[in-house]
């Protein structure tokens, strides 16, 4: 569980030092004034140190920090698949099901891990250790079918590769 | 400048130009939803699209920079296909409910649908449904029949200059909306309604209440501040069914205020005043024009020769006509009173005479580079003037802002300074300093008792040397610098920084006060400029003289003292009221009352901010007996049996004031130089009339009524260190004592709010219990709590 972050109050009070530091970071690699820029990598940063998730209250925190409107924060974080607007497990399962894989057998990967969590797409398991999501092309079509499991791409997939996999999860 | 050809036309187009906007001035049609002359290009819609010689494919003509010796064609095969398609696309997912939506009939997708369409579709999949969103009392939404042209997020992000609603989700999943939902906050949102090319945004007061083809236009004018915004009123039977933008360049481009836009919704509330009522031995009876009249000339007759022709007064509000006010000045003037006054909400009027009305058009405004804004909450006073000084602010325009609390501006500002009423004349007088030390000893010698030893602060030279150096500055006087008790003495230092930057003063007058003021419904001077001695707005109740006519204002609101015009009306022999609305207070003190038409219902003249004088007439006829003002006020001329008051049109009055002006020399007045400040002691109301209190039109309208912007009426604003100087807290009930009136409000703490001074909505039921705007006041917590 990580610290509660701050939400409320004055620009150089928000969430906490670390995280200022990092978003500071990417809000200087733009032009003055244009911090709206940071917005993608600012999400990642605070989605990282909540759970796996954003709030609604972390992303109008994140549009006071870069001075932008908070509708234009959940603009971004509504597009991109990578944001969790709800709270998810310890670990995100993405499971690609575009073309290159759905013709390489993701379907049976999907079906597979569906069976063995006990869970659909977009659900958590009860323990609160997974989360499935279903998901498009990756760029890895290449090693199709395939999944992101949290940061790591796991290529070339059959139900025994994911069995090894979930096994090593801690 | 290039040479085009578009359909075979050949064009000679700026070079900066794309083909939409050269296809438009030729007047060839192309079809586009996204695209809107007044907002940016995004060329996501793809109706627009049109074939352009040696293009490898159709091109958005809104997209499309123009160059030498291009071909274009709107209508050829290509282009055709290319647009079926795109509407194709459009329609998937488009609702076929046009028979039960507001926007049929005015549609841009149901007319292209129909040029540009097919008749049968071959989408036989499942639509995809959006839940609709609750955006406040003025817009409804119906999310499903969005084609998101983005028309209403750029209109936020550009022109409102707040950014509410935005696309959220992706590809079939992408909505517009606010997100987390809430009551829109602009103060322009009502043109999203006008913005919207299909019926995803249309306007709630309005919803199932008529069709397009069933109403007529009605060109117009707003009424309500200074821009005079020019209006459509959509008429049907009689009725103002709705209210929506007419284009001028020049004054409001595409865009009304929201109130400009609502207001007729008032025009139909039951407190209208409808027939012409007299009261005989203290009962109210309801009686014909020609007895009510007789009635009321009677009546200043009597008191004219019992008490004295200075024993009458009448006061005008700032919405009446040109022609209003100089009838009005003309008839009381003629019965030997000059105690005529429009400035209702002024106390300080030692400068009157000196007043210098400059001119000054909206696009200088917009091209202005620094702007000072002296006691003005532009976006509630003149929303369109506001919008104006966004554009300045976005094009690099360095705004300043000096007012008792700091309010979102909804635009980069450079600098918000909040003062008090001494630390406002420390702050003039230093930027006034600042300047003075460059110019010649004999104007600074004049001035020399304003200024303190003090050398000015850097904020204070800052503001000095932006408004010197810039290319085009203007200095903005607002209503709360106006209303002020002191209002002379900041309007005179605004003016002497203004001599000597170079930079435009504008008095920011109230509604239509720039008319008045031309035709004369003035004390001291009348429409030949005529120096003459009646007692102003202030005088004439502080005196409680005899007689009172009141000319469509509601004291209690609309004046500065409610309590001191409410003794003095209340004290009166002879009251006369020629008003739109009727209430109880006004029957109590009333003797007549004459039913008066609103602006849509009268012709006339409105001069704004920029000195255009814009005419307008009736749309509708004035309901029951009502009558508009200027017939009114000719016939009380004839049946006082005074000459020249045989107008047979309102163009008349306007021709005999307009020669009475032309006949004037324009001499330049001398700036009024006000004897030494006194500072006041104690804590002192900031009384901001709010958006939608301003005139009783607009107060009867219930949907701006509702609005967010309303919802603080009963609330006292302090700052943190008030608050613990009298032990408040927030949410606490306050009891606010001023001389021997006291109500209770509601705190909050706001440190956005200037030292010891305390906001108060004006034109309230809670503070028209209460004396003078911006007095003292004496504060104390209340020990229960109000529900107890």
Not at chain 1, 112 to 139: N, P, S, Y
Not at chain 2, 410 to 421: A, F, H, I, T
Not at chain 2, 615 to 632: L, Q
Not at chain 2, 715 to 732: C, F, N, V, W
Request: with cysteine; net charge negative; aromatic share 6%.
């Amino acid at each position: 569980m990580t610290t509660a972050l701050q939400l409320t109050g004055h620009r150089d009070q928000l969430f906490n030092q670390v995280i200022r530091q990092q978003l500071d970071s990417w809000i200087s690699k733009y032009p003055p004034g244009q911090s709206q820029s940071a917005v993608i990598p600012a999400l990642h940063i605070l989605q990282d140190s909540h759970d796996g998730w954003l709030s609604e209250g972390l992303m109008r925190a994140l549009a006071d920090y870069l001075e932008i409107p908070a509708i234009s924060v959940f603009e971004v974080a509504t597009f991109y698949t990578m944001f969790e607007l709800k709270p998810v497990g310890k670990h995100k399962i993405s499971v690609c099901t575009n073309i290159s894989c759905l013709l390489c057998g993701s379907e049976e990967i999907a079906n597979h891990l569906q069976k063995r969590l006990g869970i659909g797409f977009g659900q958590t398991t009860a323990d609160g250790k997974f989360t499935l999501k279903e998901v498009e092309c990756l760029g890895a079509c290449v090693g199709a079918p395939m999944l992101l499991l949290d940061r790591q791409y796991h290529e070339h997939l059959t139900p025994d590769k994911v069995d090894a996999l979930l096994g090593e999860v801690k | 400048m290039v040479n085009i050809e578009i359909d075979g036309i050949p064009l000679r187009v700026d070079s900066a130009k794309m083909i939409i906007q050269a296809a438009d001035e030729a007047g060839i049609d192309i079809p586009r939803f996204c695209y809107h002359k007044n907002l940016s290009i995004v060329a996501n819609c793809r109706m627009c699209l049109v074939e352009v010689d040696k293009a490898r494919k159709a091109l958005p003509a809104c997209a499309t920079p123009v160059a030498n010796g291009m071909k274009v064609f709107t209508q050829s095969e290509i282009a055709l296909q290319a647009q079926r398609g795109v509407m194709e696309f459009l329609l998937i997912n488009h609702p076929l409910d046009c028979p039960i939506c507001d926007q049929g009939g005015e549609c841009e997708l149901q007319d292209l649908s129909l040029g540009y369409g097919s008749g049968i579709s071959r989408f036989s999949e499942k639509k995809r449904v959006v839940k609709d969103k609750d955006i406040g009392p003025l817009v409804q939404t119906d999310m499903t029949r969005c084609i998101h042209c983005t028309r209403c997020v750029r209109f936020g992000q550009e022109i409102a200059g707040i950014k509410e609603l935005g696309a959220t989700g992706r590809g079939e999943h992408m909505e517009i909306g606010t997100y987390v939902e809430h009551s829109l906050a602009s103060e322009l949102s009502g043109n999203i309604i006008d913005l919207c090319p299909v019926g995803a945004l249309t306007s709630k007061p309005f919803r199932y209440k008529a069709r397009a083809w069933e109403m007529t236009s009605h060109p117009s004018i707003a009424m309500h501040d200074a821009v005079g915004s020019n209006l459509d009123l959509h008429t049907r039977q009689n009725e103002v069914m709705r209210v929506v933008a007419r284009d001028n360049d020049s004054v409001n481009q595409s865009w009304i205020s929201d109130r400009d836009r609502f207001s007729y919704l008032g025009l139909k509330h039951p407190d209208r005043l409808l027939n012409p009522m007299i009261k005989q031995n203290g009962e109210w009876q309801v009686t014909d024009w020609q007895t009510a009249m007789e009635f009321a000339v009677d009546g200043l007759k009597h008191v004219k020769t019992k008490n004295g022709a200075d024993q009458i007064a009448g006061l005008i509000s700032p919405t009446a006509t040109l022609e209003e006010g100089y009838l009005f000045q003309k008839w009381l003037r003629a019965f030997g009173s000059q105690n005529v006054d429009h400035r209702l909400r002024q106390q300080d009027f030692s400068d009157a005479g000196h007043d210098q009305f400059s001119a000054m058009s909206l696009a200088d405004i917009e091209s202005s580079d620094a702007i000072v804004l002296l006691g003005c909450n532009i976006r509630s006073e003149a929303p369109l003037l506001a919008h104006r000084v966004r554009q300045s602010a976005y094009a690099g325009g360095l705004i300043s802002d000096i007012n008792f609390f700091k309010t979102d501006l909804l635009m980069p500002v450079d600098r918000q300074v909040v003062v008090n009423s001494a630390q406002l004349f420390v702050l003039l007088s230093g930027v006034a300093k600042t300047l003075l030390q460059r110019v010649d000893e004999t104007t600074a010698k004049a001035w020399r008792h304003m200024m303190r030893e003090k050398a000015p602060s850097a904020t204070e030279q800052n503001i000095a040397m932006q408004l010197a150096n810039a290319h085009q500055a203007v200095i903005i006087v607002g209503a709360l610098a106006n209303q002020h008790p002191q209002a002379s003495a900041i309007r005179s230092l605004a003016a002497l920084i203004s001599e000597l930057t170079g930079a435009h003063l504008l008095i920011l007058p109230d509604a239509n006060s720039q008319a008045l003021h031309l035709a004369g419904a003035l004390p001291h001077c009348d429409a030949s400029q005529e120096l003459k001695d009646g007692l102003n707005a202030n005088a004439i109740w502080e005196e409680q003289l005899r007689a009172y006519v009141l000319f469509n204002i509601e004291p209690e609101f609309d004046c500065a003292d409610p309590a001191a015009a409410l003794l003095a009306l209340q004290r009166a022999g002879f009251v006369m009221a020629i008003n739109s609305f009727q209430c109880d207070s006004l029957r109590d003190y009333a003797d007549v009352l004459l039913p008066l038409a609103a602006f849509t219902e009268t012709s006339g003249t409105f001069v704004g901010l920029d000195h255009q004088w814009q005419s307008f007439t009736g749309a509708v006829a004035p309901p029951g007996e009502s009558r508009p003002g200027w017939k009114i006020l000719r016939v009380l001329g004839n049946i006082s049996k005074f000459n020249g008051f045989d107008y047979v049109s309102s163009e008349g009055v306007r021709q005999e004031l307009q020669d009475q002006l032309n006949r004037l020399s324009s001499a330049r007045k001398s700036i009024y130089i006000p004897a030494e400040i006194t500072n006041v002691n104690g804590v002192q109301l900031i009384s901001e009339v709010p958006v939608y209190r301003t005139d009783s039109l607009v107060r009867h309208s219930k949907a701006l009524q509702l609005t967010p912007e309303n919802q603080f009426l009963d609330t006292m604003r302090i700052s943190p260190a008030l608050a613990e100087k009298y032990g408040l807290h927030q949410g606490d009930a306050v009891q606010i004592q001023q001389d021997e009136f006291a109500v209770s409000a509601t705190v909050l703490i706001d440190e956005q709010v200037a030292e010891n001074m305390a906001h108060l909505a004006a034109a309230s039921p809670l503070s028209a219990r209460l004396g003078n705007a911006f007095g003292n006041v004496e504060l104390s917590a209340m020990m229960e709590s109000i529900d107890a």
